[in-house]
Structure formats: structure tokens, C-alpha cells
């Protein structure tokens, strides 16, 4: 009986990601077809390549089952939605339609038209309902400020004027092709800076609207530094001892000499410049920025209070630090998954939960080496990294045979049984 159940669950899970799927191929047409009178044909072409686009990434998010359906997920995100349209009576569009995606990246998106994509990473990353509702209402700024449009149709303009440059080049007129460069560059910078505005301008529509919200005022400014936090943590700092303690199985010696990266002398010495800017072409503002244009344009207090999450959040989340592992392993994010994990087991190393995933992780990569996809989840060793821990990492992962792979993941999957 409860195979017939479970095969009748799988059965109408794709039934309704097939049936939603259709639906939203035909949204996304009826949003284009509504637009016209484009002030370029590569204008249009912008557009019609954006649509395609939209439709492309988000068939293929329903393919690789991507979507988190599930009902405590759905229904605290649609209750954020509503609210801060109810708040805000004002916003130009009041219905939103959003997808939920299986990652650990904590970040949203809105794809404008109303779209937006939410990566799960973000309620693991966050506080509270209250932070919650202040990225959302960042990404309804964004929306409401059309700029997606404006990027679409900058796009288009960029691509016009390089068209124009280009025909008018000679092919031997170096110099002039060499200025061109140039101006591309200096369009590219002039677009950047033009992102980074986008930015301040959603901060502070979004905290108008958060505002609104009467919550805490404090968790929309505090919320800015929890995302910078994720983005400046580099937590992998692994000793070397951890591959000794994880991987010298007692039919299986670990060898030291795998975790050794040789520098590659021909490069040793030479320094290389980076003809573009890095912090010319960043697409948003550093936090210091973005906190201190929000406390001058503002003026409220903003001292941290003391607040409670909501029972919804709290199930969110618990549920999404529950899935952490399930959602690197669904990805196929297997390098980084074992990254945590060993520095996990680095600090905990009485954390007995975490030696399933990494038997499943060292079984997929030994059904990966049979099938020759290895390299498909297992990047090559780049002596000339700087992230030491990544590559020591790939570098052991390479030294393996395909019994070696076999060999770990079964000790670990038999481990944690």
C-alpha cells in the first residue's frame, strides 16, 4: 500500500509541475505580447532575447525540479507579499508571482514583470520575518522602479552604439579601433555605476515601503549586514590534519602527497594588470555606502531591538537548515558541499549526522568517474589559485581511483547507519 501511495505522490507532484509549467510558459508570452512600439530593432531584440530567456531558466528550474512547493515555504513568502501590497496602497502592481529555488545562496532577484526568484539559502541566512520582509520589499523597489526595463533598454543602446563604432572602423586604422575599445570600456564602467545607483535607489524605495510595515525599523539597516556577511565569510580554513582524520580508513591509507599543490614555476614572478577596473565594473554599491545613504536620507533609529520570529519563520528555517546538505547534493554541488562538511567535522567532529552526506557525496562521485562525468563535478586543480583550501581539495579528489571513491563512500554511508 504505501508504495502505491508514494508512486501516486511522485505521479501528481509532476502532474502539477507539468500543468504549472504550461501556465507559466503562456504568462510569460502574454507579458511579451503585450509590449510594443520598441525604439529599436535592437531594442526588440533585447526584449524578445530577455523573454526567451525568463522562459528557458524557468522551464528548466521545473525540469530539474528546482521549485520548493512545500506549503510553510509558500505560504510565508505570499503572506509577506500581501502584506507589504496591503501596506502600500500606492505600488503601481499589487500581484507578484515568485518561485522558490533549492539553493544555499541567500539571495533574491526580481526578474521584473512582477517576477521574482527566491533562493532558499536566504531563510537559513536571515534572522527573522522582519529581515524577510525587508529583502522582499528591496526587490519590489526594484520592480516598481522598472529596472529591469531600463537594463533591458540600456542593453540595447550599448549594442547600438557598438555597432555604429565598429562600422566605422577601417581595418587598418588601429588607433581608432584601440580608442574604441576604450569607450566600450568606459560604457561598461558607466553602466556599472548606473547598477550601483539602482541600488541605493531600491534601498531607500524599499525601506519607504518596509517602513510601512510599522516592523522593527532596525532589522531592514541590519539586514544589509547579514548579506554582507555571507558575502566576506570565507570559513573554509581546513587543516590539513582533517583529511588524516577523515579519510586514513582502516583498509584505506590516506596519502599526505595528494593535498600537495606544486606552484606552476612558469608563471612564478610575473605579475598580470587587469586591463578593467574590478571596482569600476561591481554592480552594487559597498555596504558603508548603502548604510550610510540610508542613514542620511532617513534619520531613524536604527539601534538593534530585541525581536521574537515568528512560528512560520522558525519552521522555515528549520526546515531549510535541515535541508542545507540535501539542497548541495540536489544541486550536484558536490566540491563545496564536502568543503563544509569537513569543516564541520573540523569543529564537531562528534557531528555523527554529517557521515551520510558525505558517503552519498563519495558515492555519486564513484558513479560519476564510471559513467566519465567526473570532471563535469570535480574542476581541475589550479596550482595558481589563491583558494588553497578548494584546491587541495580538487587535488585529492583527482588522486583517487574509482575503488578509492567507492571505498569512502561506503565506509561513510555503512558509518552512518
Known sequence: MKYFVLFFNLFFTQFVYSQTKEL???????????????????EKKEYDS??????????????????????????????????????NPNLKSNTSKFYIIKSNIPNASSLGFNLYFIESGLFKQLDNQFQFAAVICHE??????????????????????????????????FLKLIKSQNEVIQKKY???????KKEISADSLGYILYKNLNYPKSEYFHLLKKIEEFD???????????????????EQKFNPKSIIIEKNSLFDGLNFTEHVNKDSIR???????RLNWIQKNFKDDFTKQKVARSVDFENVKAKEINNYYENYIHNEEYTNALLELMYEKQIHSNR??????????????????????????????????????????????????????????????????
Not at 549594442?159 to 566605422?168: A, R
Not at 554592480?283 to 555606502?289: E, I
Open 352 to 417: 555523527n549526522d554529517l557521515d551520510k552526506y558525505i558517503g552519498e557525496i563519495f558515492m555519486k562521485l564513484y558513479e560519476s568517474r564510471k559513467l566519465l562525468k567526473f570532471n563535469k563535478y570535480v574542476a581541475q586543480v589550479d596550482a595558481n589559485d589563491k583558494n588553497i583550501n578548494t584546491q587541495k581539495l580538487l587535488s585529492f579528489l583527482w588522486s583517487l581511483t574509482n575503488d578509492e571513491l567507492k571505498n569512502i563512500g561506503e565506509y561513510y554511508t555503512k558509518k552512518a547507519t
Open 283 to 289: 554592480s552594487h554599491p559597498n555596504l558603508d555606502d
Open 24 to 42: 507559466d510558459s503562456k504568462y510569460i508570452k502574454n507579458i511579451k505580447s503585450s509590449l510594443n512600439n520598441f525604439n529599436s530593432r535592437e
Open 50 to 87: 530577455y523573454f526567451k530567456f525568463l522562459e528557458h531558466v524557468i522551464s528548466l528550474n521545473y525540469n530539474k525540479n528546482n521549485y520548493i512547493l512545500d506549503d510553510d515555504y509558500q505560504k510565508l513568502t505570499q503572506n509577506t507579499f500581501q502584506l507589504i501590497n496591503s501596506k
Open 140 to 173: 519590489i523597489a526594484h520592480n516598481e522602479l522598472n529596472h529591469t526595463r531600463l537594463d533591458i533598454e540600456q542593453d540595447a543602446e550599448f549594442e547600438k552604439d557598438f555597432k555604429q563604432e565598429i562600422k566605422s572602423i577601417k581595418r587598418q586604422d
Open 232 to 250: 566576506q565569510n570565507d570559513k573554509y580554513l581546513l587543516n590539513d590534519s582533517i583529511y588524516s582524520y577523515l579519510f586514513n580508513l582502516p
Open 190 to 196: 558607466d553602466l556599472a555605476e548606473q547598477s550601483r
